[in-house]
């Protein structure tokens, strides 16, 4: 009869839903902490992981919708859980193609949550802020976060969070390092079926690969993640990847590499 302990049970496994890549399941349970009368203790960060869900199904505009919290965000500004509003945000501004938006955002994130120490696997704001400055050719900047991440993530001993940093770490180093790096991190990914952050691990080693120009190397990751990103409903990241895999020379008409959605036409009909 505890009814806001199980709604703050449901907000804490609708979080390990989305680390998993389940991204229905990660809305229908947030959602359900917040029908809760009374649950109020982590509202802003339910919605940001209804927020993160959406997000990654390619869905900004709702993503967008359920950033508005009820009251507006006065109440919560100096609050933990609205640091993980500002995280989904920055998020949300990076889906829309805005680095310099989303580094703000992201940036106020960790300035909420660096001088109580919750940094993974609370947040992961160092994460995003550092795979943003890199796009934007702030490389000094990058790598100092990504260092910084990696040896929180050391700390922190969870394979995802490991895994998550070595991504960030990549996009900061040569290319030799970056695919070292990844496939380490993907390693890691596998092994605690974190599958949303493998899908994209597996798009960064092949994005790597394909800009050095070895497009056969890179063809295989991204059709794995691709795969992946298609079972997961992860819309945003397969578009991504099927841009970079064309860009490869492959073909990413098949959108699954097995299971009925793997079969062609002419298979399907015989099957």
Known sequence: ??????????????????????????????????????????????????????????????????????????EWQETIPFALTLEARGRLAEARGNDEEALALLLKCGERVSPMGAHQPYSRWRVQAALCLARLGKETRARELADAELVAARRAGSPRVLGTALIAAAATLEPAQAVESLSEAIELLAGCDA???????????????????????????????????DELGAALLAEQVAAELTAAGGRARRRRLDGVGGLTPAELRVA
Request: net charge neutral; proline share 3%; hydrophobic share 45%.
């Open 195 to 229: 599958r949303l952050d493998q899908a994209k691990a597996l798009y960064f080693l092949g994005t790597t690969w394909r800009r050095e120009g070895a497009h056969t190397a890179a063809r295989e990751p991204l059709r794995e993640a691709l795969s992946l990103a």
């Open 1 to 74: 009869g505890a009814a806001t302990g199980v709604a703050t049970a449901r907000y804490m496994r609708s979080c390990v839903h989305l680390y998993r890549g389940r991204l229905e399941q990660a809305i229908e349970g947030a959602r359900a902490a917040l029908a809760t009368d009374g649950w109020d203790m982590y509202l802003p960060s339910a919605h940001s992981v209804i927020a993160h869900a959406m997000i990654e199904r390619g869905e900004l505009d709702r993503a967008a919708q359920a950033l508005e919290l009820p009251g507006g965000d006065e």
